[in-house]
């Protein structure tokens, strides 16, 4: 059974940083693919940042570039999302995900239908 578990938001103010981070056990880590997601109220969710399995290859929806970063830690069976200059506009609910199967070493999906597990999320609220 695939588990994620998702933490690090909170309320921070504009400008600020959070990283989140998400662990996952119940399968070899390292042979997928990692997402971050995130849905703001009325808002379908939308992909955020993804890392390839290879940790090669990075996927960023166009508002985040040059803010976010994401990585992941094998050894660690975590990814994480580094957030910097925050804005108001980030502010949602974000989810770590993982495709169901595995791709080729350098796909990075963005498609929420590609991805089959989901944490729980965690809240980031962005003051201004």
């Known amino acids: 059974q695939v588990q994620l578990v998702d933490s690090g938001g909170g309320l921070v103010q504009a400008g600020d940083s959070l990283r989140l981070s998400c662990v996952a056990s119940?399968?070899?880590?390292?042979?997928?693919?990692m997402g971050w997601f995130r849905q703001a109220p009325g808002k379908e969710r939308e992909s955020v940042a993804v890392?390839?399995?290879?940790?090669?290859?990075?996927y960023y929806t166009d508002s985040v570039k040059g803010r976010f970063t994401i990585s992941r830690d094998n050894a660690k069976s975590t990814v994480y999302l580094q957030m910097k200059n925050l804005k108001p506009e980030d502010a949602a609910v974000y989810y770590c995900?993982?495709?169901?199967?595995?791709?080729?070493?350098?796909?990075?999906?963005?498609?929420?239908?590609?991805?089959?597990?989901w944490g729980q999320g965690t809240q980031v609220t962005v003051s201004s």
């Open positions: 995900a993982t495709p169901l199967s595995r791709s080729s070493a350098d796909y990075t999906p963005h498609q929420a239908y590609e991805y089959a597990y």
């Open positions: 119940g399968r070899t880590f390292s042979m997928y693919a």
């Open positions: 890392i390839s399995r290879s940790g090669a290859s990075f």
